[in-house]
């Protein structure tokens, strides 16, 4: 049984952590008494009545609302200057983080450089600090594969929670902030993880844009003023994927490249270059092609011509075309076409009038059937019209003009036979119509029809014969001439 003395010198009495304080009739009530008998006690004896008294009125209580407002309004704004840390250090991280980073990395140097026994302090490590460059990052798993350039190996190394990242004046940057390529100083522990990355402010770093060359058998790129190597490990990059220095034409590509001392460790190609492949079309006449305003080409000399990354506009001209115009996408390391024969030639109406009806026509060898205007495209061709009793017509015409008349003139066929003429004696003058031709024994061919003849000797009298016929199987004579 417990108990304790309250102010009226009365012994208070506890049960199951109650205690109970006895009343003035509880007389004689001893401590040896049980709790049990000192809640019966008294029932067993007589109670003096007591005159009731008139219970006193209860005060009124205070009003707890006042209480609650402040400890409402203190929890209040100890959320919103909490909220406002936060907020401020999400906003302005370098602020929040570039005195405790320093002071961290102040910590580790000393404790690099001095301690003993790494783990005597918290934040030492023994690791020691490398120069590398950043090959490539996963953002999803948060590891870089780093070119050791003091021991000249690949490694792969994870970023944590503490690894501490700065940039190249000590100040806090994010994972997102380290990209392929840079030149970095690091420092990793035993488990490959990064304590430390810090991009190096001995990176030089230069764009090189027409004018540069680069040597692929010396590994050399020479700019106006520099000549700079590079190595196997030199790391080649073009947005995310790797490529080849051959790949390179200094006249086009935009490069920009960085390393430590004289040695390039990476180049990152910022603009480079793609093929446009072009088809040719023959019957494009005098035809050039242009590009961007500043590239000209006869046609069809070319065939593929090197092209920046991007849009392109590209017109084609030629007396026999309208002016093409077109944009053309190069994507680097890739071909476009651009097919001339898609290039719609100008055409003529060419209208054929000849001398005569009922004619076969060919142009270009091709038997034309059709006698209305003939719409051709510009160029040369060969015009042929046959008919019976006519010598064929034949000539070259060009199409040069919307509409185009030709007039061609058949003449009529002419048949000939052959006249042989003998004499006897020999050695006369013949003339044929009038004209001397020659002298006998005489053969010719003659145009078919009466045709007249004379033969002359001296010594022996003139001989005409007036009516000579000479048709398709020709004609013959033989004259005895007579002494005079």
């Known amino acids: ?68 407002m402040i400890l409402a309004v203190g929890i209040g704004a100890v959320v919103f200057v909490a909220l406002f840390i936060i907020m401020f250090n999400v906003i302005n991280p370098d602020k929040g983080s570039d005195k405790k980073s320093n002071i961290v990395s102040e910590t580790t140097t000393v404790d690099y450089e001095s301690s003993s026994n790494p783990s005597e302090t918290v934040n030492s490590f023994p690791e020691k600090e ?19 350039i003091n021991s000249n190996d690949n490694s792969e190394y994870t970023v944590t929670g503490g690894t501490l990242i700065h940039d190249k004046y000590n100040k806090g940057i994010v994972f997102d902030e380290l990209s392929e390529g840079d030149l970095i100083n690091f420092v990793y522990d035993k488990n490959n993880a990064l304590v430390s990355i810090t991009k190096s402010d001995k990176e030089f770093k230069e764009t090189l844009k027409n004018g540069y060359k680069i040597d692929t058998i010396n590994k050399m790129i020479t700019t106006n003023t520099k000549t ?12 995310t994927e790797n490529f080849s220095p051959d790949f390179l034409d200094p006249s086009i590509d935009l490069i920009t490249i960085s390393g430590y001392d004289d040695t390039i460790w990476t180049v990152k190609l910022d603009k480079g270059h793609g093929e446009l492949e072009v088809k040719k079309n023959d019957k494009i006449k005098n035809g050039i092609i242009e590009i961007d305003t500043n590239i000209y080409r006869k046609l069809p000399n070319i065939t593929t011509v090197k092209l920046n990354e991007g849009t392109h506009k590209v017109v084609v001209k030629g007396d026999n075309i309208e002016a ?25 109406k060419v209208t054929i009038r000849p001398n005569v009806s009922d004619y076969a026509l060919y142009i270009n060898g091709n038997l034309e059937l059709s006698r209305e205007p003939l719409e051709l495209e510009y160029g040369q061709y060969t015009i042929e019209i046959v008919k019976d009793g006519y010598i064929n017509y034949s000539s070259r015409f060009t199409v040069n003009t919307p509409e185009k008349l030709l007039k061609p003139v058949l003449a009529q066929e002419v048949k000939m036979g052959t006249l042989t003429v003998n004499s006897n004696p020999t050695g006369a003058n ?15 061919d003659l145009v078919e029809g009466q045709h007249s003849i004379t033969l002359k000797k001296e010594g022996y009298k003139d001989i005409t014969i007036g009516s000579v016929y000479i048709s398709g199987q020709g004609a013959s004579y033989n004259v005895e001439l007579q002494k005079e």
């Open 324 to 348: 093409f115009i077109e944009d053309i996408d190069i994507a680097v390391n890739e071909k476009s076409t651009l097919d001339l024969n898609t290039i719609p030639i100008k055409a003529g």
């Open 228 to 239: 700079y190597s590079y190595t196997d490990m030199t790391n080649f990059i073009y947005k």
């Open 1 to 68: 049984m417990a108990y304790r003395h309250n102010k009226n010198n009365n012994k208070d009495y506890e049960k199951d952590g109650v205690f109970y304080t006895p009343s003035k009739n509880a007389e004689n009530f001893s401590e040896q008494d049980s709790f049990d008998s000192f809640e019966n006690y008294g029932k067993n004896k007589k109670v003096k009545k007591i005159k009731k008294k008139t219970p006193a009125k209860i005060p009124p209580q205070k009003s707890q609302y006042p209480i609650f």
């Open 130 to 148: 490398y120069l590398g460059v950043i090959r490539s990052k996963s953002d999803a798993f948060k590891t870089l594969i780093i070119y050791n």
């Open 430 to 444: 013949l003339l044929i119509d009038g004209m001397a031709s020659g002298q006998t024994p005489y053969t010719g």
